[in-house]
């Protein structure tokens, strides 16, 4: 159990990250828009990055189902989205 939950702290802690490098590089553009949307609206940082990862990690689950490349358009479609979160099949 413990194994696993180590699995998902680190799973969680790498898709921030990549939340967080977004921000920083400015691409997608879809992810600064996103944020500024959800922090204007009132969100916590924290909780910003957490839906946002959790849109990552959908796209990336289902690009690995599908054995397919990143749906850049679906990502920032999804990321836009927010807080409404998408299927978690796209």
Known sequence: MTDELNDEDFAEATLTEA???QLESGEPPAAQA???KLKLV???EADIL???A???AIEIDNMLKADRPFDG???E???RAL???PDEEA
């Open 19 to 21: 939340i967080r490098n």
């Open 73 to 75: 358009q679906w990502y």
């Open 34 to 36: 996103t944020f500024n």
């Open 42 to 44: 009132g969100y916590e």
């Open 54 to 56: 959790h849109v990552l």
């Open 83 to 85: 807080p409404e979160l």
């Open 50 to 52: 957490n839906l946002m």
């Open 77 to 79: 479609a999804a990321l």
